[in-house]
């Protein structure tokens, strides 16, 4: 049986439509079969005009079939859109991590100056997260987490370790520059490896160990030759780093199998923190000073101070809480790279805003122990 291609095919392999070449001013292209009939039962049925490939002589026939409005079969990437948004929300993630980071010492440093009640500033910022949080589960912004008392229990240790490194760091800031505490605290990863090592047994690479040279080498630099050196803030961002050490450790241990996380494990752990710090910053600092020290305030900066408070206030939670989701997202060692590129940041654009006086040795000193800290990283892969 001879059927043209410019016939509709009536015994149905059935296109609907017409058949046609490639080229409609060629000469017909007529396609031999063995039978004289074709099962009715076999049925192909296409929206649009399908074109045949030519056929060679003497070879097995083989046909190829593409829609009449496409010059060729086009591959579909199912991959590459959903990697590139991935990364692109990661990117925003960070992006936005380090631009409240950079916001929040600002104004936290501005507070301090004004206002040199750590304790209460402390204490503020775990306040603004814990409400902002709260608010948000009412509404129905954010769903609101499936905790019970277990959760609570191995939460607990989380926190503590929480409120002292959140106190101490707030403590160095009051006492010496931005900078130089965030200095000091990119020597966090020689703290978690000594740690490790002497308290809980465990071993690390060579790298590791020659990493923490320039680390150290370095905050000993800069802590040498800060032009403003305090021993009461050398010493919080020191407690700082320890206390984050331990604050990972119990929560990488007490947190397995846990179902929250992100912004609700974070919102969890500042609601806690907030109420173990609050009686001790009653303690330590009490109202009566907070009062006082509130109308000098008031005095000296004006009315715009009540905005550096908020401001401190709220952009503490939200950098933290990004920085959560972040995690959520990406690996552990992604996560620290860009933790150390937080620090340059907060570091240079402190510096440029309150114009602290850097010496070219001091400089120095922070530039080898963040280059340890990225090296730090590297070693951990």
Not at 27 to 49: E, M
Not at 61 to 71: G, H, I, Q
Not at 125 to 144: I, N
Not at 216 to 241: D, K, P, R, W, Y
Request: proline share 6%.
């Amino acid at each position: 049986m001879v059927l043209s291609a410019k016939q509709t095919l009536s015994a149905k392999i059935g296109f609907p439509t017409p058949l046609s070449r490639r080229n409609p001013t060629s000469s017909p292209l007529s396609l031999s079969f063995p039978s004289t009939a074709l099962p009715k039962r076999t049925v192909l049925t296409l929206s649009k005009p399908l074109h045949l490939s030519s056929l060679r002589a003497n070879s097995p026939v083989r046909c190829s079939a593409y829609e009449a409005d496409k010059s060729e079969p086009q591959p579909v990437d199912v991959e590459t859109k959903p990697e590139a948004a991935k990364k692109a929300k990661i990117g925003i993630y960070f992006a936005t991590w380090w631009a409240l980071n950079v916001v929040f010492n600002i104004y936290n440093k501005k507070v301090l100056n004004a206002y040199p009640y750590p304790w209460l500033t402390s204490t503020l910022s775990l306040a603004a997260g814990s409400l902002m949080m709260l608010v948000s589960w009412a509404v129905g912004v954010v769903e609101t987490p499936k905790t019970d008392f277990d959760f609570w229990k191995t939460l607990f240790p989380v926190a503590v370790a929480h409120t002292i490194g959140h106190v101490a760091a707030t403590v160095s800031m009051s006492k010496v520059a931005v900078s130089f505490t965030h200095i000091i605290k990119s020597g966090e990863p020689a703290f978690s490896v000594l740690v490790s090592r002497f308290l809980l047994g465990e071993t690390f690479p060579a790298s590791v160990y020659l990493s923490l040279i320039p680390i150290i080498g370095g905050c000993a630099l800069s802590a040498l030759t800060e032009l403003n050196f305090n021993m009461i803030g050398f010493m919080g961002a020191m407690i700082s780093n320890l206390a984050f050490v331990f604050r990972n450790i119990f929560s990488k241990k007490g947190m397995k199998g846990k179902s929250v996380s992100g912004m609700n494990y974070y919102a969890c752990l500042s609601m806690l923190s907030l109420l173990i710090l609050t009686p001790f910053a009653i303690a330590v600092e009490g109202p009566q000073m907070w009062i006082d020290g509130w109308q000098k305030a008031l005095s000296d900066i004006g009315p715009q101070f009540v905005g550096w408070v908020a401001a401190q206030s709220v952009f503490y939670h939200l950098y933290n809480q990004v920085s959560y989701m972040s995690l959520d997202q990406i690996s552990p060692l992604t996560f620290s790279v860009g933790n150390t590129m937080k620090r340059i940041s907060v570091i240079v654009s402190s510096i440029i805003i309150f114009r602290t006086p850097v010496q070219p040795v001091n400089a120095l000193g922070a530039a080898i122990a963040i280059l340890g800290t990225f090296l730090y990283s590297q070693a951990k892969l």
